[in-house]
């Protein structure tokens, strides 16, 4: 077995072993909210005239586990039907399964998010360049303020000002949904440009929270790549400053690779709060949803399609890291 196939399987251990103790944690977690659905669900059943047997066989499709088993039981039904990929019934949307409620929202929240996040780490990437460069001067400083500020804000608050600024003060975007109802869906332009206008503020959000870890990032890496032995042999040989700068740059943006992907996984989770605020029908907001309408069916899957997310974004920064930084390559071989 290759040293490559090795790490993948490890990884993939990892991830299984991950996504198996966030899966039962949720389980537990989900079921101790105060009020059982399940239970309103089967005793409004049999008051309606349904028999005790023929309502928990009802509420046991609904939910894909008998609601009179023990807690155990329960959770022992449930992990039988993840098995069979099987992640039962919605109680929002009733006869419909979790998993097509999840990803029919899960392409609202992707779309926005790899959209910010790209955009944060081109322009990161680049201002963080220069701030290292210009770290003497009124730019660099500049560069490095505005990174350090945008940095410390949650992603919550800079969502609310932006809400405040273009939807209020001045009122250029839209405050909810994803597109007018005057288009019809399909590819054309008019709906295409109202996706774009109703994606502005999510997107503009995911950016500006992730922008000033970029440009944090690379200056710090772009610092450090500056000190190394081969740029001063570099300078000392006269190579064109042009030259040198490329090198500087595709050095330092190596490790920011493994943190793209990281982010792309953990930004999952941030969305709860801003399509809550923005009121956009992804992820997040059937998340909430789901809690306020105690459908334990969609909150279960939902955190198991985060959890997935993130253990994916992991294994494949780690595994894209070692492809395109031929140190890490080398060190394999040596093994």
Do not use: C
Not at 100 to 121: E, M
């Amino acid at each position: 077995m290759t040293m490559f196939a090795r790490r993948l399987a490890g990884h993939l251990a990892r991830g299984l072993v991950m996504v198996l103790v966030v899966t039962t944690v949720s389980f537990f977690v989900i079921r101790s909210v105060p009020g059982d659905p399940m239970a309103a669900r089967y005793e409004k059943l049999v008051e309606q005239g349904m028999s005790p047997t023929a309502a928990q066989r009802a509420v046991e499709v609904l939910y894909g586990f008998a609601p009179t088993g023990s807690l155990w039981q329960q959770y022992v039904d449930y992990m039988s039907g993840l098995l069979r990929l099987d992640l039962g019934q919605s109680l929002m949307v009733p006869g419909v399964g979790v998993s097509t409620v999840l990803f029919s929202a899960a392409k609202w929240t992707v779309l926005p998010v790899l959209a910010g996040t790209l955009l944060s780490f081109l322009i990161g990437v680049v201002m963080g360049v220069y701030a290292a460069i210009r770290r003497s001067g009124r730019l660099g400083d500049v560069l490095a303020i505005s990174g350090s500020l945008l940095h410390g804000v949650p992603q919550y608050v800079l969502a609310l000002l932006l809400g405040a600024v273009f939807t209020t003060l001045i009122p250029i975007l839209p405050t909810s949904g994803t597109a007018d109802i005057m288009f019809e869906p399909g590819f054309n332009a008019g709906y295409i440009g109202s996706l774009i206008e109703y994606a502005t503020l999510p997107v503009l959000t995911y950016a500006l929270a992730s922008y000033g870890g970029w440009i944090l990032a690379m200056k710090s890496s772009v610092v450090t790549v500056l000190g190394d032995d081969f740029i001063l042999a570099a300078e000392l040989r006269g190579i064109k400053r042009g030259i040198v700068f490329r090198y500087v740059a595709r050095n330092a943006i190596l490790p920011l690779f493994t943190i793209l992907a990281l982010s792309l996984g953990m930004l999952f989770g941030g969305a709860i709060f801003i399509e809550r605020i923005f009121n956009y029908p992804g992820l997040g907001l059937m998340l909430i949803d789901g809690i306020n309408n105690r459908d334990y069916a969609l909150m279960g899957g939902a955190f198991l399609l985060i959890t997935v997310a993130i253990v994916v974004a992991n294994i494949v920064a780690d595994l894209f890291y070692s492809v395109i930084d031929p140190r890490v390559r080398s060190g394999e071989g040596a093994r």
